[in-house]
């Protein structure tokens, strides 16, 4: 820590000498022109000979992440947005008031160079410098290894560093940039209208979640974080808006891992006229066309293990996957009481008010979710477990609704809606029941809802993707802090 409070000491005193000289540490007026990229797609082909004969100025601005000195001249490499390139400083081509203002540069500062390209006798394509101006002073120098910052708690914490000195990282966000807009495109073209709406709302509805509580004091009203965007997106399907998308955070007041943070990004999209059924082709075809795009390919890899996208993919009743991924029979999971005992034989705490229905989903969590590693669709949900979902026609104990699973994990939910507005006031007093038992995660009662219901939603379906989940598969991410730039972390420990 000394060590680290007197190089910043030396590099407040190279600020204060500057100042004395007139020269201000965090300057203004250069104008950047250019961008490593482009001098690499004009230059990158051509040889030492061909760029003697270039005069192209180029004007530069990044950030100094090494230096090797050599005298009356070095050598910098400088970072953009865009890569990283060497530039030759040299005393007789500078002059001497920028060739001292060179030797009070530190690793981390922000500079502006104007140069041509060249070729160095090793062949790395060069920026040869005219001028140089200090655009920035870095007080605090990078990590002493900045080249493989690998600490997990300060790479999450000071996001800035990590995308300053790890370019995956940095590549890693472009990638997740990349799948959002062309998630956007493809909504678009099948006539989608993307919408916002409310992030503070005054019932917690959507999703069983423990939402975030906040208070509005002009209106003198609890108001709620939003668990889910669903109860207004088909608000705008019964006035017409047919086709409807959002893409946007939740927050739920729930357990931090690998897969959970507490905000989070969701695209959650409805269209009229339409069956779970038809979602489940609508998704695989999008994030087929998504991973092509992105991956070149119907393969990709994730945790060093081969994923398949390759239509059609696998569908199973959440029932068949208890049994094809376990010991249980049909007996087990038809007799409620079999079910609890063997729900405890596989460990799970089994309390005396769960539903028959909610146990064999926490079954299906425990024995089949993690083996579905391929894309696999599970649909028969029970019905307790999926309020706002519509009734099966042939078997109203369960849902028209369907999970979609990736590398043993969810990653979409999607179902027909239920519109009938009387089955779905009783469905919301029995998660009122549910909530005084003491199911914090339970609806409550959400009355224009109903309103907006009885005014008649057409036949519907609708669907939630995991925008950061998908992100995780495609850049072969272990954590969902990973693919967040800023994920909530505990609060950080003093010294």
């Given at each position: 820590m000394e060590d680290g409070n007197e190089l910043v000491a030396q590099r407040r005193a190279k600020a204060a000498e500057m100042r004395a000289e007139g020269i201000n540490p965090f300057a203004n007026d250069f104008r950047v022109l250019h961008t490593t990229e482009e001098i690499f797609s004009a230059h990158g082909e051509e040889d030492a000979a061909a760029l003697e004969e270039c005069h192209t100025e180029y004007a530069?601005?990044?950030r100094v992440m090494a230096r090797r000195?050599?005298?009356?001249?070095a050598f910098l490499q400088i970072k953009d947005r865009k890569g990283r390139i060497q530039v030759f400083v040299a005393k007789n081509l500078v002059g001497e008031k920028d060739f001292s203002l060179y030797r009070k540069l530190d690793i981390g500062d922000i500079i502006g160079?104007?140069?041509t390209p060249f070729r160095t006798k090793t062949g790395e394509l060069s920026i040869q410098a005219l001028s140089l101006r200090l655009l920035t002073k870095a007080f605090l120098p990078l990590p002493e290894k900045w080249?493989?910052?690998t600490d997990v708690e300060t790479r999450y914490r000071q996001r800035y560093l990590d995308l300053m000195v790890n370019p995956d990282v940095a590549e890693i966000f472009r990638k997740r940039n990349r799948v959002i807009t062309c998630i956007r495109d493809f909504m678009t073209r099948h006539d989608f209208l993307e919408v916002e709406t409310p992030m503070m709302q005054p019932l917690a509805g959507g999703a069983t979640a423990r939402p975030f509580v906040t208070y509005h004091n002009t209106l003198k009203m609890e108001l709620f974080l939003r668990i889910a965007p669903e109860l207004y997106l088909k608000r705008l399907v019964v006035g017409g808006l047919e086709r409807v998308f959002e893409i946007n955070r939740n927050f739920r007041n729930e357990g931090i891992s690998v897969q959970h943070n507490p905000e989070f990004t969701m695209m959650e999209f409805?269209?009229?006229y339409a069956t779970y059924e038809d979602l489940m082709d609508f998704t695989e075809n999008m994030i087929c066309k998504l991973v092509a795009e992105l991956q070149g390919g119907r393969e990709l890899t994730y945790n060093g293990r081969p994923v398949n996208v390759t239509p059609p993919w696998k569908r199973l009743s959440l029932r068949e996957a208890i049994l094809l991924h376990s010991d249980l029979s049909e007996a087990d999971l038809a007799d409620p009481e079999r079910t609890r005992q063997?729900?405890?034989?596989?460990g799970i705490e089994v309390d005396s008010r769960i539903s028959h229905?909610?146990?064999l989903t926490e079954?299906?969590?425990t024995v089949a979710e993690p083996q579905l590693w391929d894309p696999t669709f599970i649909t028969g949900y029970p019905t307790e477990v999926s309020p706002l979902s519509r009734k099966n026609d042939q078997n109203p104990d369960i849902v028209d609704r369907f999970e979609l699973f990736v590398v043993g994990r969810e990653l979409a939910n999607g179902f027909s809606e239920l519109n009938d507005p009387d089955d779905q006031e009783q469905r919301f007093l029995q998660q009122l029941a549910e909530k005084e038992a003491g199911d914090e995660e339970a609806h409550g009662m959400d009355e224009d809802y109903i309103r907006a219901l009885q005014q008649g939603l057409p036949p519907t379906a609708g669907e939630g993707i995991g925008i950061d989940r998908l992100v995780m598969l495609l850049t072969d991410s272990a954590s969902i802090r990973d693919v967040i730039l800023f994920p909530q972390l505990r609060k950080e420990a003093k010294d």
């Amino acid at each position: 820590m000394e060590d680290g409070n007197e190089l910043v000491a030396q590099r407040r005193a190279k600020a204060a000498e500057m100042r004395a000289e007139g020269i201000n540490p965090f300057a203004n007026d250069f104008r950047v022109l250019h961008t490593t990229e482009e001098i690499f797609s004009a230059h990158g082909e051509e040889d030492a000979a061909a760029l003697e004969e270039c005069h192209t100025e180029y004007a530069l601005g990044g950030r100094v992440m090494a230096r090797r000195d050599f005298g009356k001249a070095a050598f910098l490499q400088i970072k953009d947005r865009k890569g990283r390139i060497q530039v030759f400083v040299a005393k007789n081509l500078v002059g001497e008031k920028d060739f001292s203002l060179y030797r009070k540069l530190d690793i981390g500062d922000i500079i502006g160079v104007r140069g041509t390209p060249f070729r160095t006798k090793t062949g790395e394509l060069s920026i040869q410098a005219l001028s140089l101006r200090l655009l920035t002073k870095a007080f605090l120098p990078l990590p002493e290894k900045w080249h493989g910052l690998t600490d997990v708690e300060t790479r999450y914490r000071q996001r800035y560093l990590d995308l300053m000195v790890n370019p995956d990282v940095a590549e890693i966000f472009r990638k997740r940039n990349r799948v959002i807009t062309c998630i956007r495109d493809f909504m678009t073209r099948h006539d989608f209208l993307e919408v916002e709406t409310p992030m503070m709302q005054p019932l917690a509805g959507g999703a069983t979640a423990r939402p975030f509580v906040t208070y509005h004091n002009t209106l003198k009203m609890e108001l709620f974080l939003r668990i889910a965007p669903e109860l207004y997106l088909k608000r705008l399907v019964v006035g017409g808006l047919e086709r409807v998308f959002e893409i946007n955070r939740n927050f739920r007041n729930e357990g931090i891992s690998v897969q959970h943070n507490p905000e989070f990004t969701m695209m959650e999209f409805y269209q009229a006229y339409a069956t779970y059924e038809d979602l489940m082709d609508f998704t695989e075809n999008m994030i087929c066309k998504l991973v092509a795009e992105l991956q070149g390919g119907r393969e990709l890899t994730y945790n060093g293990r081969p994923v398949n996208v390759t239509p059609p993919w696998k569908r199973l009743s959440l029932r068949e996957a208890i049994l094809l991924h376990s010991d249980l029979s049909e007996a087990d999971l038809a007799d409620p009481e079999r079910t609890r005992q063997a729900a405890r034989r596989l460990g799970i705490e089994v309390d005396s008010r769960i539903s028959h229905g909610k146990l064999l989903t926490e079954i299906f969590d425990t024995v089949a979710e993690p083996q579905l590693w391929d894309p696999t669709f599970i649909t028969g949900y029970p019905t307790e477990v999926s309020p706002l979902s519509r009734k099966n026609d042939q078997n109203p104990d369960i849902v028209d609704r369907f999970e979609l699973f990736v590398v043993g994990r969810e990653l979409a939910n999607g179902f027909s809606e239920l519109n009938d507005p009387d089955d779905q006031e009783q469905r919301f007093l029995q998660q009122l029941a549910e909530k005084e038992a003491g199911d914090e995660e339970a609806h409550g009662m959400d009355e224009d809802y109903i309103r907006a219901l009885q005014q008649g939603l057409p036949p519907t379906a609708g669907e939630g993707i995991g925008i950061d989940r998908l992100v995780m598969l495609l850049t072969d991410s272990a954590s969902i802090r990973d693919v967040i730039l800023f994920p909530q972390l505990r609060k950080e420990a003093k010294d």
